[in-house]
């Protein structure tokens, strides 16, 4: 697994180094974030890092062969911002794990099992890059 945890202390470090308007730009609202980091990797799973349900499913993709990228919200310092932001997204409380494959959103663990277990994911997985076999 990928996880991407130091990537956020140069994006800040950046941001500071720039005028409050450029800063605001940079950081910017956490739906676009969230979709610049989802189209990064073939996939990318927002997950907390003490949360059962997402050492499972990274788990399965693992146990697939599959490298994902991680991103903890417990350990980014704007994570409470991303988690409210996958909220809205998602639709309800419950949000992590949430995945994106080829940069699109297949939801939270209930998708990705039922994804997984009708035989969609294998598919998904492939047309985005993370599977060869």
Sequence with gaps: M?????????YMSQA????STTTTTMIGDPLERIERLASENAVV???????CMCHAIKRLFCGMG???????????????ELERALMRLIGTNNVVPV????GQLIGTMDRVMACHING???PLLKQAGALWL
């Design 2 to 10: 990928h996880y991407q945890t130091a990537s956020w202390g140069s």
């Design 16 to 19: 500071r180094t720039t005028t």
């Design 45 to 51: 799973i927002f997950s907390i890092s003490t949360c």
């Design 66 to 80: 599959v490298n994902p990228t991680v991103h903890e919200l417990d350990e980014d310092p704007r994570g409470n």
């Design 99 to 102: 995945v994106f494959i080829g």
């Design 120 to 122: 969609t994911l294998v």
